[in-house]
């Protein structure tokens, strides 16, 4: 493929200048961080807490984007402290320090403080101070990637990782969150710091292979056969501070096969539009009815009220759902095209399942044993032979004995109506989902779904997305 | 299996009374063929003709079932005699012979006839005097076959091979015409001199097994591993008069599958029902609007005029036409859940498909390449991004491309229709159904066969029995 240098290089740059934050925002993000840094210092000393406060995350590393900093704050606390104090004591702190601004408690493996000072939002995250390889949290190991990073990552390669980061965020691969499932900030500076520069990034993404395995630290050189068959994802990092860890495990295979479509797609035709999309311009109610009606398809939505969990675990549990319902209708025969989930992560939760048709045929054949395993075929007959389900057989074809039997559920929304009244454990939707829908939901068929997309902008615009159905950049 | 001893003797004791031609039938019979033999020995001479005349098949080999006579005269012609004079040689020969005789000119591999004397139906066929192995028509075997089966069978083993011909006749599996493709008379009478018994054959079929091979006259003694090399059918049974020719080559699997089957069902629960099965009682028109309903299928009927072709012809041309379409309508996406044929061999065929909805939903999933194939995706989303068949996509679901597309076909009603209106040899329909179907046809839905079923007494028969689906003797 014959890259347009000259475009490629053009696009690189326009964005690369939107994107690296200028001196005075510079100045102002690094002065808050400092600031806060010294005061989660001292509210910690005020308690009496022996505590290692530092900047972490991108702004200590110098890859955030202009516009979007997040100001990460990591206070170490001493390993022999309790694992179930060291939220408490760590939030009793980061209030502390951040008295006056509007904090939001969060929780990833354990609790944090999220608070906002000046508009720019603010994370002060506890966890303990070990040696590497001794960790006792996931967040332990955050100092020593900050450190590798700082001491690998050039300073004039710091636009690179910018780069990277916004073409992900473009095409919404960017993000460890459950809810993204997508590349985090760290793994982009090592791919950048392993490949060289953002356009050798997607180079290598680009290439058609089914996995890709990178060992920076060549921990396991001399064996780097065993390596897929240590991790089974389809993307392999091995974390530089930790041997043990795929930094990309969290990394969905979808997002993995975007970001190599879209790194291909770029690269043979770039466009600023791979980094800033298109806003959606949501579709009409009027036009909704009449796309729905003409698709011909039935779009199933689920609707149900608020979900008592922090979003890493409603995402988890949406996500989890949502597999379960889409295995219950394809095995109760229903053809599925699609399916997707929205939550406005508050008060609206939408599970949405396309299907060919909502009714099936009352009748379906059901293919019995081969007539050669004597006993299997004895048992078949004995259960069908007089039974009031069967409508036509058992009769022979292909050597098997086969029957025709009435369908149990010939209406997608009656199957689900059924299975998700008492919130739908027993169909494997997930514990939080499940007592939300026992709080009650609707299933709402295709233009049913107009009043609720008439009143969540955010909604109609994900709706009239999913619609369409192509990445934004294609 | 514990066979009821007592039942199954008493059994096959009545079926063979019932069977067994009294010594009157025989006189008459045989009085009947020895006459008959001797006027087309004269009518040979007559024209001048150098013909051996020989009585062959079950009455030779007194092997046919009281009610049921079939008397096969064979004239033996020279060798030399032109292919295409050998059946109007012999049918002027026939003619002759049955003078004032209800006469049919009919054909297998050449012209024969078939006529009536006292309600006694005779057939008189033309063969070449060959000598074993060097064939020059597929009938001049049959004197080999009479003499080897006078030679092997003995006069007690005569009733054994009636009670497996009545069983066959039963359960619908006797006959090697193309209609039934089913048993010969010939094999069943190699099964009984191989097997030794009726039920030693029913014990033999019984058993658990994909496939048998018989080679009664061990023509490949020493070269066994070869045989199922050598032959495919499921069923195979070496000829000892020509060890290169399968005897059962024409026994479809589905009669050899439904014979296991009864076998089976016959020897764990003896029944007269498998010898003479309940004539069907077909159901009255209002119940069979009712039964349609009732199913909630979509049962499609091609009914068609006469055909220009004799039977043999007609039934392999209306089944290998029903394939086709069967294939047709499983590769546009309908639920096909069983289909049949039936005719009157004169003015009335009916072609049967039943599917789950005649309906599809008017979208549906294009699957394309996986991602790693480049230059597949690339052509992919050249075709699809901007088609206007695109109604969806192209997104990427499990590492492949994939389309929502609009189906050209969403009505088997109108598929078949278009199909079929120029005759259908496109869609596979065999040349002389195809013009058949040229000089009109219709395609009726569910109740709208009411008229077709109450004018004609076996079709609503033979529809009641496809409706039930299950063999009599289940």
Chains 1, 2 share one sequence.
Not at 33 to 57: D, I, N
Not at 264 to 270: D, V
Not at 286 to 308: P, Q
Request: charged share 30%; hydrophobic share 40%; aromatic share 10%.
């Amino acid at each position: 493929m014959p890259p347009a240098q000259d475009t490629l290089g053009a696009i690189c740059k326009t964005v690369l200048e939107r994107i690296t934050p200028k001196p005075e925002e510079r100045e102002k993000i690094e002065g808050l961080a400092k600031a806060l840094e010294k005061k989660v210092a001292k509210a910690a000393e005020h308690f009496g807490v022996k505590a290692t406060v530092r900047l972490e995350g991108s702004v200590a590393k110098d890859t955030w984007l202009s516009g979007e900093p997040d100001i990460d704050i990591f206070m170490r606390l001493p390993p022999n402290m309790p694992r179930s104090a060291l939220g408490e004591v760590a939030l009793k702190i980061a209030r502390k320090a951040t008295e006056g601004a509007k904090q939001v408690e969060r929780f990833a493996e354990h609790p944090y403080l999220e608070a906002f000072l000046d508009e720019v939002r603010v994370n002060i995250v506890p966890c303990y101070k070990t040696q590497s390889g001794e960790w006792l949290s996931a967040t332990d190991r955050t100092p020593y990637h900050t450190d590798y990073v700082k001491r690998h990552l050039k300073p004039e390669m710091r636009g690179e990782v910018r780069l990277l980061k916004k073409f992900m965020k473009g095409i919404g691969v960017y993000g460890a969150e459950i809810k993204v499932g997508g590349f985090s900030g760290y793994l982009c500076e090592l791919l950048v710091i392993h490949y060289g520069s953002f356009l050798n990034v997607l180079e290598a993404f680009a290439q058609p292979k089914q996995r890709m395995v990178v060992d920076i630290e060549k921990h396991y050189k001399g064996r780097e056969d065993e390596l897929p068959l240590l991790f089974n994802e389809p993307l392999v990092m091995i974390d530089p501070v930790d041997m043990g860890r795929n930094v990309a495990s969290a990394v969905q295979p979808q997002k993995f096969y975007t970001f190599v479509a879209a790194a291909r797609a770029f690269l043979e035709k770039p466009s600023l539009k791979f980094f800033y999309p298109p806003e959606t311009a949501p579709l009409t109610v009027e036009k909704l009815k009449e796309t729905l009606k003409k698709r011909g398809s039935a779009m199933l939505f689920i609707v149900f009220g608020e979900v008592d969990a922090v979003p890493d675990i409603l995402w988890g549990q949406l996500y989890k759902s949502q597999r379960s319902l889409a295995k219950l209708l394809e095995t109760t025969d229903f053809a599925l095209l699609r399916h997707a989930v929205w939550s406005d992560e508050e008060k609206l939760n939408v599970l949405i399942f396309e299907l060919e048709s909502r009714q099936l045929s009352p009748l379906k054949r059901h293919l019995g044993p081969p007539l050669d395993k004597l006993e299997d075929s004895r048992k078949f007959l004995a259960k069908h032979v007089a039974s009031p389900e069967t409508v036509s057989g058992p009769y022979i074809e292909g050597g098997r004995w086969t029957v025709e039997i009435k369908r149990k559920y010939t209406d997608a929304v009656s199957l689900l109506g059924e299975k998700l009244k008492d919130g739908g454990r027993n169909a494997g939707v997930a514990k939080k989902i499940a007592q939300a829908l026992s709080r009650g939901f609707k299933i709402l068929v295709n233009e049913e779904i107009a009043e609720t997309y008439a009143e969540n902008i955010e909604f109609a615009k994900f709706l009239t997305d999913f619609l369409q159905g192509k990445p934004k950049w294609l």
